[in-house]
């Protein structure tokens, strides 16, 4: 009788653990639910944040300071802010004429913001240091990769290729402004207009940051 007894005493002894483990692991994980919920709220927030102080790039440098970069009077710029293709960027396309020798010329400026908030810790940089060692495809170059170079100028981190006639460069970790240029400028002037312009982009950008 008393081994009976015992071993009924041992088997539910045996239960209850087993019923504690249970109850444990569930509570280990919905703690882990809850801190990945936690997480995405986190980084769901920091999007819209970024998202939101995305602005046309055109809208942080003035025509008489594009005036003097360009060496053209305000009346020879023209900017239109072109319909956001996408949440997380933002463009503007620039042209501008030079009364001395009837030359156009335009450029197409972008700022852009981290899509993925919390899977980089530093996105802009990321997204430069691609630039510079795995560069852009273009095809139909047979999946050529253009890579860039650092230009000096710009005190941060900057991208250009010659081929492309692009520039990106770093403002904070969360953005990244870049420049594309039409054909007709020198060399020297699309690396000259594009550290300046990035210069009074960037600054004007952290103000608002």
Same mark, same amino acid.
């Given at each position: ?5 015992? +071993?009924?005493?041992?088997? +539910? ?10 109850? %444990? ?13 936690? /997480?995405?709220? =986190? ?18 440098? /003035?025509? @008489? ?25 933002? /463009? ?26 919390? =899977?980089?810790?530093?996105? !802009?940089?990321?997204?430069? @240091? ?18 860039? %170079?650092?230009? =000096?100028?710009? @005190? ?6 010659? @081929? ?11 953005? *990244?402004?870049?420049? +594309? ?5 020198? *060399? ?9 312009? !990035? ?11």
């Amino acid at each position: 009788m008393n081994r009976y007894f015992l +071993f009924f005493i041992g088997l +539910f002894l045996f239960v209850s653990c087993k019923s504690d483990v249970k109850v %444990k692991d569930i509570k280990k994980d919905t703690s882990v639910e809850e801190v990945a919920k936690e /997480s995405k709220t =986190e980084k769901d927030n920091n999007l819209q944040e970024n998202v939101a102080l995305l602005v046309s790039p055109c809208s942080l440098i /003035s025509k @008489d300071e594009l005036g003097e970069i360009l060496g053209v009077s305000e009346s020879q710029i023209s900017i239109k802010v072109l319909p956001a293709s996408g949440t997380y960027s933002r /463009s503007c396309f620039l042209k501008w004429e030079n009364v001395d020798n009837g030359s156009r010329r335009s450029m197409f400026l972008v700022l852009q913001t981290d899509p993925l908030p919390g =899977e980089f810790e530093d996105w !802009a940089h990321s997204f430069i @240091d691609a630039k510079k060692n795995s560069g852009d495809i273009r095809y139909p170059d047979s999946g050529k990769p253009y890579r860039y %170079k650092s230009i =000096e100028g710009y @005190d941060g981190e900057i991208a250009y290729n010659d @081929d492309l006639k692009k520039v990106f460069w770093k403002i904070n970790k969360d953005y *990244v402004g870049g420049i +594309f240029f039409n054909a007709g400028l020198t *060399v020297h002037n699309r690396k000259l207009y594009g550290v300046e312009i !990035a210069k009074i982009i960037s600054k004007n950008l952290k103000k608002k940051l």
